[in-house]
Nanobody
Framework: QVQLVESGGGLVQAGGSLRLSCAAS????????MGWFRQVPGKERDFVTS????????DYADSVKGRFTISRDNAKNTVYLQMNSLKPEDTAVYYC?????????????????WGQGTQVTVSS
């Protein structure tokens, strides 16, 4: 059974940084893409970023390009999201997602496994 456990959320002032982690278990981690999505109450879950199985290919939503960086450590079965220059509009619950393909994608349906979510709040 695949499990994804996020950590690292919290409250930060605008302009600050946070790093989220997602520890995966239950399958061969390096074979599959991982992603991060975020959701605010009353809205759909939006794509933030994805990374291929080896880590060689990444993709970002336009709203976070240049500020967020996704990475993975396949030896530790962990994916990270480094968030810099945070803005109040980045406030959301952030979800780690596991794809069933090597490259993943930008859509909710591209991912089969989901973490429980971690709250990120950016104050102005």
């Amino acid at each position: 059974q695949v499990q994804l456990v996020e950590s690292g959320g919290g409250l930060v002032q605008a302009g600050g940084s946070l790093r989220l982690s997602c520890a995966a278990s239950g399958r061969t981690f390096s074979r599959y893409a991982m992603g991060w999505f975020r959701q605010v109450p009353g809205k759909e879950r939006d794509f933030v970023t994805s990374i291929s199985g080896s880590g060689g290919t990444t993709d970002y939503a336009d709203s976070v390009k240049g500020r967020f960086t996704i990475s993975r450590d396949n030896a530790k079965n962990t994916v990270y999201l480094q968030m810099n220059s945070l803005k109040p509009e980045d406030t959301a619950v952030y979800y780690c997602a596991g794809a069933n393909t090597y490259y993943g994608g930008k859509y909710y349906s591209d991912y089969r496994y989901w973490g429980q979510g971690t709250q990120v709040t950016v104050s102005s």
